[in-house]
């Protein structure tokens, strides 16, 4: 499903990441951890399509449309409420019965009170959530996730390790600090140094 | 097509929506043309020819479009928004497409006031004016929001953004104070639709590779 052979990617002479191999099949939990700089963020954001290796080569067999990515940035629009921003991406998801999903989402996440407030108004714990809201809304079969236990609070950190941890045919990919936190989720692991 | 369409009507929608909101774009556009027409109003010497008159209310017109393709991709590049939008599987054009609409929309807001106010100031609207405006329009927002997402990628939009579009535009001033101003004006009204036509094409093909690597 996913194939990497001595993945690189340069940002003019700086080198972020150097030679990284994997292959990842589905329904596989590949948990990458390494130090600030190591190129978590780098790495996810060439599996997602935002970025192109500048060496070796990198493969991902599936639709651009079937991937969900949760950032440092939450992708969402400060001027729009909740519910808007959740319509919005799920009109351009294609998401049948899209109300009903962002709806179940809203309340799984604590968020249906605040539907309708801007989220410019929200916490950051807040805007983890409903970004990971944006993330899930597609049903998405390649679930890209950097540091997504960052902000989230007792309950929030809960029931993303529920979301993780009931994860079935998906592919996950998961950079984080807290690595103990999703160890137990993961089947694969990648350290970059 | 249908899906295509809805991906366009609802990128326009939420830019209309934000701008609703925040009242960032079309109320500075309102003021800067109001004023740069009175402005000129004052500047020009009495009973100036009405061929200056007319090339007073393009300038103002280029500049006042200039607010809003500056404004057009902050929002998408401050917040990152446009990753989302990148990861979304609509086709990048509709991006471009949708933007361009909101861009349109808020031109034709500022010369829902600016047009009255030349009239008011110089002299009666003709429909060539109108008509040159209009199509003007469409090639301000076509190009104007390439280079407007080509400039919200790096610091110094604010600068960059009028170095690219100003001279892209000059055909445009060309084709709209002809419009306005010359004998036969069906010649300049079919220049301007041309540009359109060929800019439409060239910024449709070609936003995808201006916003991805």
Request: proline content about 4%.
């Amino acid at each position: 499903m996913i194939r990497a052979s001595g993945l690189g990617r340069r940002f003019g002479e700086r080198r972020v990441l150097k030679g990284i191999d994997f292959q990842l099949d589905r329904g596989e939990f590949l948990l990458v951890t390494g130090p600030n700089g190591s190129g978590k963020t780098t790495l996810l954001r060439l599996l997602a399509g935002l970025l192109a290796p500048t060496d070796g080569t990198l493969e991902v067999e599936i639709d651009r449309g079937r991937v969900g990515f949760l950032g440092h940035e939450p992708l969402l629009y400060r001027d729009l409420t909740a519910l808007e921003n959740l319509d919005l991406y799920g009109r351009l998801y294609r998401v049948s019965e899209r109300r009903e999903r962002a709806g179940m989402l809203l309340e799984r996440y604590g968020l249906w009170e605040a539907r309708a407030e801007p989220t410019a108004s929200f916490s950051r714990g807040m805007m983890q959530r409903l970004a990971l809201c944006r993330t899930l809304l597609h049903q998405p079969e390649l679930l890209l996730l950097d540091e997504p236990f960052s902000a989230l609070d007792t309950e929030g950190a809960e029931l993303l390790d529920a979301e993780l941890g009931g994860n079935g045919p998906r592919t996950v990919v998961v950079a984080s600090h807290q690595p103990e936190r999703i160890a137990a989720h993961s089947t694969r692991r990648l350290a970059l140094a | 097509m249908t899906g295509y369409l809805s991906d366009v009507a609802a990128l326009a929608r939420k830019d209309l929506v934000v701008e609703l909101r925040t009242r960032d774009t079309v109320p500075s556009m309102l003021l800067f043309v109001v004023a740069a027409l009175v402005v000129f109003h004052f500047a020009l010497p009495e009973g100036s020819s009405r061929l200056a008159a007319g090339g007073m209310l393009w300038i103002a017109l280029l500049f006042t479009a200039l607010l809003a393709l500056v404004r057009a991709f902050v929002g998408e590049r401050d917040e990152g928004t446009l990753d989302g939008l990148l990861l979304a599987p609509c086709d990048r054009s509709a991006i471009w497409l949708g933007k361009t609409l909101s861009v349109l929309a808020f031109l034709l807001f500022a010369e829902a006031v600016a047009l009255p106010a030349f009239a008011l100031f110089y002299e009666p609207l003709t429909w060539e004016l109108v008509a040159g405006v209009a199509l003007a329009n469409v090639g301000i927002a076509t190009v104007g929001t390439l280079l407007g997402a080509m400039a919200a990628a790096t610091r110094a939009r604010e600068l960059l953004l009028p170095l690219l579009f100003l001279p892209v535009a000059l055909p445009l001033v060309v084709g709209g104070v002809g419009a306005t101003l010359a004998d036969e004006p069906g010649r300049y009204l079919a220049f301007l639709g041309l540009y359109d036509l060929i800019f439409a094409i060239l910024s449709w093909a070609s936003f995808e590779y201006v916003v991805t690597e």
